[in-house]
Nanobody, 126 residues
């Protein structure tokens, strides 16, 4: 059974940085697309960043491009999201997710994403 466990959230001032981690277990993830979604209070969950586990192609929402970097450590089965130049509008619960397909576009759309972590809170103060 696939398990995704996030860590690294917290409170940071605007302009600061945080790194989120997602420890993945339960199977090998070759052939998967993995990434991060976020949900702010009162808003729908939205895509933030994705990576193809094999090959490492990355994809970003326009709102985070140039500030966030997604990466993975194959040996540790861990996904990361380095978040720099944080803004108050980045405040949200961040969810790690995985989809057993190399189609990053379906993942970005949130289509049939079967595996989710429990979420980690990121709060950016102004």
């Amino acid at each position: 059974q696939v398990q995704l466990v996030e860590s690294g959230g917290g409170l940071v001032q605007a302009g600061g940085s945080l790194r989120l981690s997602c420890a993945a277990s339960g199977r090998t993830f070759s052939g998967y697309t993995m990434g991060w979604f976020r949900q702010a209070p009162g808003q729908e969950r939205e895509f933030a960043a994705a990576i193809r586990w094999v090959g490492g192609s990355t994809y970003y929402a326009d709102s985070v491009k140039g500030r966030f970097t997604i990466s993975r450590d194959n040996a540790k089965n861990t996904l990361y999201l380095q978040m720099n130049s944080l803004k108050p509008e980045d405040t949200a619960v961040y969810y790690c997710a995985a989809r057993p397909s190399v189609s990053a576009y379906a993942f970005i759309a949130g289509d049939d994403v079967p595996y989710w972590g429990q979420g980690t809170q990121v709060t950016v103060s102004s």
